[in-house]
T-cell receptor, first 117, second 111 residues
């Protein structure tokens, strides 16, 4: 149980295009979903937290107009990288939780590797 | 502010040897601490978590970690390494509503 999927697992796009990444909780309802970015040999950095039906909360330094997050249902959140540029190339990981409590377990997706040419 | 430091980006052990992965944290309030494992091409999986109950926490796959407030540490150990333990391990701290991750330690296990 507690499986989180991400689609696509790999995406290559041209500079200036937009890319949408989906994060789904397959066997549970996710009240809260988190989006992380991981650069090579670096730690996971939280980008934003989203709660179903409300606007995402972005971390300092993350452009909300560039990284659009939609949490339309309790099983789906999407991250859209708008007008992607090479510096946006990274590994994007989502996670999902059921209550948002700091002590609860977050279930992570397998990640999406984005390469912007 | 919270932070974690993982000492050693790479750790190599022989199969059957003790595994010790180090994690030190910084937190102005009592923290919740986590260890996650990431196998190649997979998502992060929770190994164990400390939530202010017992200081010695037992997790999956024979791993355990001990919370030591005086040393601000939460080191991960396993008495006997197995080849299948080879992976990336992340320590994380949470004292508010988000996780702060360390930079990770890659564990290699040699036969």
């Amino acid at each position: 149980g507690a499986v989180v999927s991400q689609h696509p697992s790999w995406v290559i796009c041209k500079s200036g295009t937009s890319v949408k990444i989906e994060c789904r909780s397959l066997d549970f309802q996710a009240t809260t979903m988190f989006w992380y970015r991981q650069f090579p040999k670096q730690s996971l950095m939280l980008m934003a937290t989203s709660n179903e039906g409300s606007k995402a909360t972005y971390e300092q330094g993350v452009e909300k107009d560039k990284f659009l997050i939609n949490h339309a249902s309790l099983t789906l959140s999407t991250l859209t990288v708008t007008s992607a540029h090479p510096e946006d190339s990274s590994f994007y990981i989502c996670s999902a939780g059921t209550s948002g409590g700091v002590w609860e377990t977050q279930y992570f997706g397998p990640g999406t590797r984005l390469l912007v040419l | 502010a919270q932070s974690v430091t993982q000492l050693g980006s790479h750790v190599s052990v022989s199969e059957g040897a003790l595994v010790l992965l180090r994690c030190n944290y910084s937190s102005s309030v009592p923290p919740y601490l986590f260890w996650y494992v990431q196998y190649p091409n997979q998502g992060l999986q929770l190994l164990l978590k400390y939530t202010s109950a017992a200081t010695l926490v037992k997790g999956i796959n024979g791993f355990e970690a001990e919370f030591k407030k005086s040393e601000t540490s939460f080191h991960l150990t396993k008495p006997s390494a197995h080849m299948s333990d080879a992976a990336e391990y992340f320590c994380a701290v949470s004292a508010t509503d988000k996780l702060i991750f360390g930079t990770g330690t890659r564990l290699q296990v040699f036969p």
